[in-house]
C-alpha cells in the first residue's frame, strides 16, 4: 500500500514510517505537517492517509472533509491520544476509518494497517467482479442485439432474392447464426470451411445421434442446392427482363460466377427450365454473409 502521513510530530512521522517499511506493509510516499498544505494533487496514488486528529492550523477532521470534497476517496486512519467519546465520535461521522492510539504501539500499527490492506483488498476484488459483470452483460446485449440484426437482414435479402419460402431457408438462416458467431470469436469466415463440414456443424447442435447427423446433412445439403439455383434462376429472370434491374446489377456478380448468370439467361431466353449452370453454393453463403454484415 502507498501511504501518506499527516502529523505535526516529526519524530510521530518518522516512527509510522519505520513500521510500515519493517514489516512490508508498503511505502509511505508522501508528508506533511499539518492540514494546510496538504491537497488532492499530492494524494494521486496515495491509498491510505494517516492523520493525526489535533493539529495546528487545520485539524483533521477539517483536514478529512477538505481532502474528500476534493475528491480523494481512499480510508482515512485517524492517529490521536485524545481519548474524548464526542470527538473520536465525530471523527468517525466524518469518515475515518479505523483508528491508531497515542503513544504509538508498533504491533497496534501494524494490526490496525493489515485490517486496512484487507478492506482495500476485498474491496479491489468485488470492484473487478462487478467490472467484470458489467462487461461481460454488455457484451450479451451486443451479441444478442447482433444476431437480431444478421437475422433480420438475412431475412430481407431472401425476399429481394426471391427465396424467402424455400425450405432452405431456414437452413440459410442457421449459417448466417454460425458465421456470425465464429466472426466474434475471432476467426476469419472470408474461407468458408468444406460444405459439409460447414453443414454438420449446423447439424450437430440439432441432433446428436450420428444416423441422424448424417441423414440431416444430406437433407440440408439438397435443399441449400436447390434454394441457391432458385436464387440463380430468379435473378438471371430479372436480367433478362431488365439488364438494368438494380437488384440484378447489385448481386447476380457478387453471389455468382457472372459467366454462368449469362448463360442461364440464354437458358431460359429459349425456354429450358433445366440448368446446366455450375452454381458455386460456397460462393454464394459466403458472399451473402458479406451482403448482410455490410448492409
Known amino acids: ?16 514510517e519505520k513500521i510500515i517499511h519493517e514489516n512490508g506493509l508498503g511505502e509511505v510516499v508522501g508528508q506533511a505537517e499539518d492540514g494546510l498544505h496538504v491537497s488532492i494533487d499530492q494524494l494521486y496514488c496515495v491509498d491510505v492517509v494517516l492523520i493525526d486528529l489535533l493539529m495546528p492550523g487545520l485539524d483533521g477532521i477539517q483536514t478529512m472533509k477538505k481532502l474528500r470534497a476534493q475528491g480523494f476517496t481512499g480510508p482515512f486512519v485517524m492517529i490521536s491520544q485524545v481519548e474524548n467519546k464526542e470527538m473520536i465520535g465525530q471523527a468517525y461521522l466524518h469518515g475515518i476509518d479505523t483508528y491508531i492510539h497515542k503513544p504509538i504501539n508498533r504491533y497496534e500499527v501494524i494490526s490496525v494497517l493489515k485490517r486496512v490492506a484487507d478492506y482495500l483488498s476485498v474491496a479491489s476484488s468485488l470492484d473487478s467482479i462487478r467490472r467484470l459483470l458489467q ?8 451479441t444478442a442485439s447482433h444476431e437480431t440484426t444478421i437475422e433480420q437482414k438475412a431475412q430481407q ?9 424455400e425450405s ?5 438462416l442457421a449459417i448466417m447464426r454460425w458465421l456470425s458467431e465464429q466472426e466474434q470469436q475471432g476467426r476469419a469466415i472470408h474461407d468458408l470451411p ?3 463440414e460447414l453443414y454438420a456443424q449446423i447439424v450437430q ?6 444416423p441422424l447427423v448424417q441423414k440431416e446433412i444430406r437433407a440440408m445439403e439438397q435443399r441449400i442446392r436447390r434454394m441457391v439455383l432458385q436464387a440463380f434462376t430468379h435473378l438471371s429472370s430479372l436480367g433478362l427482363a431488365d439488364y438494368t434491374n438494380p437488384t440484378f446489377e447489385h448481386f447476380a456478380p ?3 460466377d457472372f459467366e454462368e448468370i449469362r448463360l442461364r439467361m440464354q437458358e431460359l431466353e429459349a425456354g429450358e427450365k433445366a440448368t446446366k449452370c455450375r452454381i458455386n453454393v460456397k460462393k454464394f453463403l459466403a458472399a451473402f454473409y458479406m451482403e448482410i454484415k455490410g448492409a
Request: glycine content about 6%.
Open 205 to 210: 447442435r440439432m441432433y446428436k445421434e450420428e
Open 168 to 172: 432452405g431457408a431456414s437452413d440459410l
Open 135 to 142: 462487461t461481460l452483460e454488455k457484451k450479451k446485449q451486443t
Open 194 to 196: 468444406p460444405l459439409k
Open 157 to 165: 435479402l431472401l425476399l429481394v432474392l426471391g427465396i424467402a419460402g
Open 254 to 256: 457478387r453471389l455468382f
Open 1 to 16: 500500500m502507498r501511504f501518506f502521513l499527516i502529523e505535526d510530530d516529526a519524530v510521530v512521522r518518522k516512527m509510522l
